[in-house]
């Protein structure tokens, strides 16, 4: 995991104030390694280190995250940029109807399947009335799939004349939008296992007669590398508008998608997760450059914290965490920071490897009702309790209990979390420091 790597990197330097030019290549060379390893094409790996390389150098580690952290944050911003940026471009489909959106991609790629599911994503999230035709008569069953599937989804097709060809299966398509008013027409073309001429040919001819709105490359994610020069291929014959990754779902690692824009310079417009018809999303690049580096939701984890706690809290906890002097206020103040960050949920869901700590939490009991919970206890203490917690005897248990709508047992319950934390900050001044939580979340 990227995160681990770039903290071990990382260890010798905290405490300083900016990211110096040895460490940022060094760390890198991790970079770099996650990067390949998540099928993400060599050049673009080179280019995309080069920017980072140069953003990264002379920037001020925020005193409230490790270097590492930060340079997690610097690489995930700029994947993110790459991947096209927030927010998703949508199709261009302001046109005179009917919009004609074709699909290209080599044999097996998802195109006919991604047809359906665009289809039905543009009847029920834009109102769209659509009509699919295939102009697949390469292979036998290819015309009938795509009826299937309309069927399914409740989405008109192109009836089917056998033995005509592409091109005049295009015009009838685009005759019958017209005639029937249908908003949209999409077209599943036919895909080669290579990329040929006689393909290249059939797309263009195909494109002449019905001047697509969208032109969109279907893409196979799991194809990694390959998908780099089958993307180049096409981008160079056909004007493509857009690119639809499909199998997502799949165990790739989403490096395909960092090169595929790259390769195409257009848009990720649509990932397809599965194989149902409802399995289509919209392309989201923050998610896919946290797959890309691995990490769960570590970044956005930084930059909530970052955020939150004030620098000055923070620093003041940690001269009294190093001291020993962890009192029921300070242990108030982590607990409104926890609930400021979204609770703890949110908390072991962002955490990689977290996953079982939320199951034992969650199985605990423990949700964010404790949260609150606790601070109405910390609340009903007089300021010499929460000072010195030792004062709480039975009676006075009895009475922060009344106070805050709780039970004694529970009382009880977070003295002795605020006692074992107070442990736990020992064995961490044993280990270096606060500083030494940093690598908790590196
Ligand atoms: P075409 O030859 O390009 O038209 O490809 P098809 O649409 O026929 O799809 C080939 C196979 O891939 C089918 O079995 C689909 O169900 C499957 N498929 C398509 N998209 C996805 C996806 O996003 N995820 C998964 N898991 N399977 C997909
Ligand atoms: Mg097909």
């Given at each position: 995991n990227l995160s681990d790597r770039l903290g071990g990197v990382f260890d010798r330097l905290r405490g300083r104030g900016a990211l110096g030019e040895a460490d940022v290549r060094e760390a890198m060379r991790e970079v770099r390694i996650a990067l390949l390893e998540a099928d993400v094409a060599l050049p673009v790996v080179r280019r995309f280190i080069d920017a980072v390389t140069e953003k990264a150098i002379g920037?001020?580690?925020?005193?409230?995250?490790?270097?590492?952290?930060?340079?997690?944050?610097?690489?995930?911003?700029?994947?993110?940029?790459?991947?096209?940026?927030?927010g998703h471009e949508g199709l261009e489909l302001d046109v005179k109807p009917p919009a004609v959106v074709?699909?290209?991609?080599?044999?097996?790629?998802?195109?006919?399947?991604?047809?359906?599911?665009?289809?039905?994503?543009?009847?029920?999230?834009?109102?769209?009335?659509?009509?699919?035709?295939?102009?697949?008569?390469?292979?036998?069953?290819?015309?009938?799939?795509?009826?299937?599937?309309?069927?399914?989804?409740?989405?008109?097709?192109?009836?089917?004349?056998?033995?005509?060809?592409?091109?005049?299966?295009?015009?009838?398509?685009?005759?019958?939008?017209?005639?029937?008013?249908?908003?949209?027409?999409?077209?599943?073309?036919?895909?080669?296992?290579?990329?040929?001429?006689?393909?290249?040919?059939?797309?263009?001819?195909?494109?002449?007669?019905?001047?697509?709105?969208?032109?969109?490359?279907?893409?196979?994610?799991?194809?990694?590398?390959?998908?780099?020069?089958?993307a180049q291929s096409f981008s160079g014959e056909v004007p493509l508008t857009g690119v639809i990754l499909t199998r997502m779902d799949g165990d790739a690692r989403g490096g395909a998608a960092l090169s595929m824009r790259h390769v195409t310079g257009k848009p990720i417009k649509f990932a397809g997760t599965g194989e149902k018809l409802d399995a289509l999303e919209a392309f989201d690049p923050e998610r896919v450059a946290g797959r890309i580096l691995g990490m769960g939701d570590v970044v956005s984890l930084v930059e909530k914290a970052a955020a939150t706690?004030?620098?000055?809290?923070?620093?003041?906890?940690?001269?009294?965490?190093?001291?020993?002097?962890?009192?029921?206020?300070?242990?108030?103040?982590?607990?409104?920071?926890?609930?400021?960050?979204?609770?703890?949920?949110?908390?072991?869901?962002?955490?990689?490897?977290?996953?079982?700590?939320?199951?034992?939490?969650q199985g605990s009991g423990m949700d964010d009702r404790v949260l609150l919970h606790m601070d109405a206890i910390i609340g009903s203490m007089t300021a010499k309790e929460r000072a010195n917690p030792a004062l709480l005897n039975a009676k006075r248990k009895r009475r922060v209990a009344a106070g805050s709508g709780t039970q004694v047992q529970d009382v009880n319950r977070l003295l002795k979390m605020h006692q074992e934390m107070g442990r736990a900050m020992k064995q961490i001044k044993k280990m270096g420091g606060l500083k030494g939580l940093g690598a908790l979340f590196g």
């Open positions: 920037q001020d580690v925020l005193r409230s995250i490790t270097p590492g952290q930060q340079v997690v944050k610097i690489v995930n911003d700029e994947l993110v940029e790459m991947l096209g940026g927030q074709m699909m290209v991609g080599l044999q097996g790629s998802g195109k006919t399947t991604s047809t359906a599911k665009l289809a039905r994503y543009l009847k029920q999230k834009h109102g769209k009335k659509a009509l699919m035709a295939s102009l697949d008569v390469q292979r036998p069953a290819a015309q009938e799939q795509l009826k299937v599937l309309g069927e399914q989804a409740e989405v008109a097709t192109l009836p089917i004349i056998e033995g005509q060809q592409p091109v005049d299966i295009a015009r009838r398509a685009l005759e019958a939008s017209r005639l029937q008013s249908f908003d949209v027409l999409l077209l599943d073309t036919a895909g080669r296992l290579h990329v040929d001429e006689a393909l290249m040919a059939e797309m263009n001819a195909v494109a002449r007669v019905s001047n697509p709105a969208e032109v969109l490359l279907v893409v196979d994610a799991l194809t990694g590398q390959d998908a780099v020069n089958v706690i004030k620098e000055e809290d923070a620093e003041a906890l940690a001269k009294r965490m190093e001291k020993g002097q962890f009192d029921l206020n300070d242990l108030r103040m982590q607990l409104q920071q926890m609930n400021r960050m979204g609770g703890l949920g949110m908390l072991a869901g962002m955490l990689p490897g977290m996953k079982k700590a939320k199951a034992a939490l």
